[in-house]
């Protein structure tokens, strides 16, 4: 779960928040990836790298589909770094509709950014 430079393997925890069924574990994976992410973007790295660009992209939005959409899970999702919450009660275009949201603004600030 340790890359070479020493932070947990964003993707493996990815997976299995991905698989978690209890959601406090969850959440702490969540945060566990949150953590290996800042992590990895704010390593020094050198300009003169060939992939620079890469490590310039924008923060990834996290939209967590579950079960559970009280407003104590939803703040609590949101403590761990979840951009949005939406249930699996609603419709499927509801969780695409909030992630294609999500992506754009995340895009549209790190355009203006720049």
Known sequence: ???????????VLGELAS?????????D??????????????KPRSPLSANAHFYSIAPVPI???SVYSDSFTE???R????SALVSKFAD???LVRTARNL?????????FAA
């Open 92 to 94: 499927t275009s509801a």
């Open 1 to 11: 779960m340790k890359d070479t430079n020493g932070s947990e393997d964003w993707r």
């Open 103 to 111: 992506v754009y603004a995340t895009a549209l600030d790190h355009l």
């Open 63 to 65: 939209v967590m589909f």
């Open 79 to 82: 403590f761990a770094g979840v």
């Open 29 to 42: 994976l969540i945060t566990k990836i949150n953590q290996a992410l800042e992590e990895f973007h704010h």
């Open 75 to 77: 703040k609590e999702a």
């Open 19 to 27: 698989k978690e069924k209890d959601f406090k574990k969850m959440l």
